[in-house]
């Protein structure tokens, strides 16, 4: 019962919002409303029938807008109609988020005094007592094989910054609804209240003992690595920060962003042989001599990339080079400094909005331009998870990610991305995951 | 498909096993495998037939045995039986187990790109903003307003002492899969792996926000009471420890058991206004003259309870008693000490062997006797977190404990347990706590 939006016109959409109207019942006048709807700067989704009579169809109409000011304009060309009612307007993206986008739920039966006394007291005290003398058996009779923790403390959600634990969590459990629709791994969300990484660190270790994996999320850098390196160190189970993996040929590269994302995806290219890779942050290229807004990680960076020490603005750097990776800001790439580049093949992931419109890359003489829409790191981390829970892996090795990048590679079709509805896509790439696990 | 098992029999079943054997297709040949079963010491419980050929029937038999030794006999029983095939051994509570008995499940679609896309980036990130400006709108676009955490650090799991967070696990799983069942609250196991009650306090601090309510699990006292009142003093959510709750008349009371569970019991008996009331510990009654054994907790229990002083063994105070309440160890109480006391009401709640068999409690001259099998916290605590979790509480009060009980007890019919499957139950406890919550 749905149209098919246009992709290009809400590709900026920041509200998407469903009206209900009452519709004349009469030939013509669903158009008209339409009309003026686009007319008033709305992008029209999905419309619904909900109901009708004698005189009137009720319609839910889903329109993408751009900002706030698009919606009180939309709401006004619907009330100027004559015979036209709106009866509720609804956000769409919170009313999906309502009561949250995960649950817990029993796996094991309850329908008997007898699952009851399996399940829980007294005959759970066996289960208890197999794991106090071989805590090994954890894997096999709790959730801990198939469960891994999405840890955060709300330091670098999304591009929004520093936004706190809390207001983290609808993005873990997005992450964690991913998790369980695609792969069938169970995730939970661990808020940490604290900017401390030591104290990260500690928590982690102490809370750790349940899960077969540790997913660090939305940290900010540079606390991002020493909290990944000392817990994946310390633990038996591996610890995987995201932003620095899950979205990576001959080629001259630019990466905008030095930040999780920026750094690990340099490291990433390193050692996949591309040697000809610039970091730039917000003062510039990164590079051994550079001094100011430098750190330990930064340090590491500048000793593993811009082997010619190039400094300058982005801009500069951009210059000549063939690809550029954005993992920084919204809109700090111009159209010019695309043409400058050679033959350039774009990855613009800022989030939520791009360095660049990907139209703009493209009639900028972008070969081929995508952005954290088209490319995202869903693609890849619910096979990851599910070949490492899988394989029992203490670790995620450099091998594995590349594994899973090929699988993703293989899965793409001539010049389109990977279908992230494919489930034989999300297998392979854990099957893919696993033998890396096993060989390395 | 299932026979009835005898209660009775099976009541001290350690093991909980099932045989698959292949029966030849003759007249009594189950009834002389059946008999065969029962004399070597099995209980039997559920009969399922599995598979048939031409002369065999597969059948799956459930046994209820009370120790290893019992098994090696039922294992010998089938095996001296000509013509019989004992094909597979199953422990039925480690099967129920396998894999874990709870998993996080996406709440929202996630079947087209657009649902992704509100799921998970762009979309999210409207919905973490809201949150970062109105914090308390995660009550109502996260899961934090149906799921509470259920914390442990494993030092004191059913009566099997501290055995570590990891080996809780089944439990506290056991645990949420009961309240997703009964009350589709979601929980989430909390592990920690601390004896520091300091520590624990902070670290549950730093990761409670996504949390509606606390639960402590299997903490053991005297730490719970410290890291109860601490923590529910500084978050703003209920924290509460079940096993001082959840299990509670012009009547002399003696509680065998001075840990998380006894301590609380009392207290709450003493606010119910039953004022004789004493507690004994492994050296005897806990009074205010007595210096052995003592801790701060149990000063304060001696001040609120024993108010003659009464010193002496457990089977010295019981004698002329009217209600025993064992939330001791098993085994610990003879038929003598239930003989000497005065028409008595007995609680034997151990786990998960109760103090005295309730048969011979009966035999001993109990008016009433139950055990933790009859009389469960299971009863108690999924309402009390439903409508604590509905009312949107601050803290668990003594009021809405007393909702509970009034409204567990309102359910039980005429001298019967009410039923944990009547989900009509489960709902009146919820709103009596709910009201509850709301008048005070």
Request: hydrophobic share 35%; glycine share 8%; charged share 20%.
């Given at each position: 019962m749905s149209t098919t939006p246009n992709w290009q016109e809400r590709y900026n959409a920041k509200l998407i919002i469903t009206f209900r109207v009452r519709v004349p019942?009469?030939?013509g006048r669903l158009a008209h409303l339409l009309k003026a709807l686009a007319e008033a700067g709305a992008s029209l989704g999905s419309i619904d029938l909900v109901d009708a009579d004698s005189t009137h169809k009720v319609r839910d109409l889903q329109l993408f807008l751009t900002d706030e000011d698009r919606l009180d304009a939309a709401v006004e060309a619907v009330n100027r109609l004559?015979?036209?009612?709106?009866?509720r307007i609804r956000d769409d993206v919170l009313e999906i988020h309502r009561h949250g986008t995960i649950t817990t739920r029993a796996?094991?039966?309850?329908?008997?005094i007898m699952d009851l006394r399996m399940v829980y007291t007294p005959g759970v005290a066996s289960v208890c007592q197999l794991i106090a003398e071989r805590p090994e058996q954890a894997w096999k009779y709790t959730a801990k094989g198939n469960k891994i923790a999405i840890v955060t403390?709300?330091?670098?959600?999304l591009g929004l910054g520093d936004i706190g634990p809390l207001a983290g969590l609808p993005v873990m459990e997005g992450k964690a609804a991913i998790l369980d629709r695609f792969v069938g791994v169970s995730a939970e969300p661990v808020l940490i209240d604290s900017h401390d990484p030591a104290e990260i660190i500690e928590i982690v270790a102490k809370i750790a003992?349940?899960?077969g994996a540790i997913q660090l999320e939305d940290i900010a850098a540079p606390a991002c690595f020493e909290i990944e390196e000392t817990l994946d160190e310390r633990l038996d189970v591996p610890v995987f920060h995201d932003d620095q993996h899950g979205t990576a040929t001959d080629c001259r590269v630019v990466i905008a962003g030095a930040g999780a994302a920026g750094t690990a995806i340099a490291r990433f290219l390193a050692r996949m042989g591309v040697d000809d890779v610039i970091v730039c942050d917000s003062r510039g290229a990164v590079h051994a001599k550079r001094e100011a807004g430098m750190n330990e990680w930064k340090r590491r960076l500048a000793d593993e990339t811009n082997r010619d020490n190039l400094d300058g603005p982005l801009e500069k750097v951009?210059?000549?080079?063939t690809v550029f990776i954005g993992v920084s800001r919204?809109?700090?790439?111009s159209r010019e400094m695309i043409a400058s580049m050679d033959e350039p093949i774009v990855f613009?992931?800022?989030?939520?909005?791009?360095?660049?419109?990907v139209t703009d890359a493209l009639s900028a003489g972008a070969v081929v331009a995508v952005d954290g829409r088209g490319m995202n790191n869903a693609l890849a981390y619910p096979g990851i998870f599910r070949g490492t829970l899988d394989a029992r892996a203490r670790s995620i090795t450099y091998e594995m990610k590349l594994a899973a990048a090929e699988a993703l590679a293989a899965s793409a079709e001539a010049g389109l991305m990977p279908d992230m509805f494919d489930m034989a896509m999300h297998r392979r790439v854990a099957d893919a995951v696993k033998r890396a696990a096993g060989s390395s």
């Open positions: 019942d009469e030939h004559d015979g036209y009612e709106l009866v796996l094991a039966p309850l329908e008997t403390n709300g330091t670098a959600v003992s349940q899960y951009m210059k000549g080079r919204p809109n700090t790439v613009a992931l800022a989030n939520p909005v791009s360095e660049i419109p």
